[in-house]
């Protein structure tokens, strides 16, 4: 049987799983943890340990049909404005709970678009922060870019707040593609951007691209990703579209005749990680590629790859404290997400509350089991020993899915008494893999296909 019939065969096409940017996943959230467990951990936190934060920012001038971010559409500042009012409440509301001496080993601002921010607000941002959390030496400051919604001026707002990591939005550059997912951005206004950025310090520059969108073809995508290697980016993200209207209302623009078909969708992936490795670059997981020197691909070589609502990261801290609408926190007990609707989370915050509206604690199961589906996200390997370590005797109980994982998969997978690891064949169903490992299947969630 060839390769593609027998991942189809595996469920490559018609399995729905989730992406495992957390475990357990964010649908499993209850109402019921909310603003008193993230008083309590925050004030729980070593005051030793740096925490990473994470703002976002809700808005954009332009709506891409095609993104199922939690963003809103806006043209004027306004709104941007009192959030921001809003925001650096919060920031205030938590610091009153933290432990004194706090540091932030890395901050990260997403959405929606950072670069709305006028340099005024950028600055403004940057401080409530700053006044909370104090820096650690090595620390990291990185900011997701519209190439389209950015300028000097905001770059070098941005560098003086000490921004060292930019992520710059590409998706694709063919105007076909372009226009049907409703985002026009020229190769010359982002080759612009990524010049500023150089010249304004930024050592650290990943690209988003994604596969799977309307009229992409093979020549579009062997072009899309030439020019982006001629961009010279440390990074990239490789993301397969998620097509999921029932849930981003405004991919409804999208006509799903024009999508390709899951085995072409499948080709794209493959085409694109084939020329990212003849240019030098490191597979990462399930959707990222780095150069050999970049931090990224240091970690993923030493094990030290975690797995976060960003993506892929080498990011140690583990508390992460979100703020902003929808933002979500990750605390040695578990998870909490802060009201997901601007006005909901605008009004808990004016009212003088905590954010935090749903969360999950974990149970003891739910740590082993996190921790083994993290690490086949991120090693394609899950080492025994090492979940023995962290579990001791528990680890045992997984024993009965890996028995049953090589029944299924057979040589796509290598067993030894150490590890489970997937081999290379395998790896276009890890996620599928990994969802062995899950104990939750949420009633009445749609993931996006797992290719
Ligand atoms: C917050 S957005 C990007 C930042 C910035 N607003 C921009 O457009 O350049 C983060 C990334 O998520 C990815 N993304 C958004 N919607 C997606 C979808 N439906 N499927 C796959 N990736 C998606 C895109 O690659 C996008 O660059
Ligand atoms: S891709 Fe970026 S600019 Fe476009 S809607 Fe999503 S967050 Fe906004």
């Not at 925001?87 to 901050?107: C, H, N, S």
Request: hydrophobic share 40%; glycine share 8%.
């Amino acid at each position: 049987m060839k390769q593609i019939d027998r991942l189809k065969a595996l469920g490559l096409f018609d399995s729905r799983v989730p992406r495992y940017t957390s475990y357990p996943t964010a649908p499993l959230f209850s109402a019921e943890i909310g603003a008193a467990e993230q008083a309590r951990a925050l004030q729980q936190l070593d005051p030793d340990v740096p925490v990473s934060v994470y703002l976002h920012i809700p808005f954009c001038e332009r709506l891409c049909w095609f993104c199922a971010c939690r963003t809103q559409g806006t043209q004027t500042l306004s709104p941007v404005d009192s959030y921001l009012d809003t925001l650096a409440k919060e920031i205030r509301q938590v610091g009153t709970l933290l432990p004194k001496g706090v540091r932030m080993g890395r901050m990260h601002w997403g959405g929606g678009t950072p670069t709305i921010l006028t340099p005024a607000m950028i600055g403004r941002l940057a401080q409530a922060v700053k006044s909370v959390f104090a820096q650690t030496e090595d620390w990291e400051f990185s900011v997701e870019i519209d190439p389209t919604l950015v300028d000097r001026d905001k770059i070098a707002a941005l560098a003086a707040e000490g921004m060292n990591r930019a992520s710059i939005g590409i998706q694709d550059f063919d105007p076909l593609v372009q226009q049907a997912i409703g985002r026009m951005q020229s190769f010359e206004v982002t080759r612009s951007c990524v010049d500023d950025l150089r010249a304004a310090g930024i050592r650290s520059l990943n690209a988003d691209l994604v596969y799977g969108l309307p009229h992409q073809s093979e020549a579009r995508m062997a072009d899309t990703v030439d020019k982006v290697l001629s961009l010279d980016p440390d990074r990239m993200a490789l993301f397969g579209y998620a097509h999921v209207p029932w849930v981003a209302k405004r991919q409804k623009l999208i006509k799903e005749d024009s999508l390709p078909d899951d085995q072409a969708r499948f080709q794209l992936a493959g085409l694109a990680a084939a020329r990212f490795a003849a240019a030098g670059y490191e597979a990462i997981g399930i959707d990222h590629f780095a150069k050999p020197t970049d931090r990224l691909a240091q970690a993923a070589r030493h094990g030290q790859l975690r797995r976060n609502f960003q993506g892929y990261t080498d990011d140690a801290c583990p508390t992460l404290i979100g703020f902003g609408a929808s933002s979500i926190s990750r605390f040695d007990g578990g998870y909490l997400q802060n009201a997901a609707a601007t006005p909901a989370y605008i009004e808990r915050v004016e009212a003088g509350q905590l954010a935090a509206s749903r969360g999950y604690l974990m149970t003891p199961e739910d740590r082993l089991r996190g921790r083994a589906i993290e690490m086949l996200m991120c090693d394609f390997r899950l080492d025994r020993a090492e979940l023995a370590r962290g579990h001791g005797t528990a680890a045992a109980a997984l024993d009965d899915i890996l028995q049953a994982l090589a029944v299924r998969f057979g040589d796509l997978l290598r067993f030894t008494d150490e590890a489970l690891e997937i081999l290379p064949e395998g790896r276009p169903l890890t996620r599928i893999i990994a969802s062995a490992f899950d104990a939750h299947t949420p009633e009445g969630v749609r993931y996006s296909q797992a290719s």
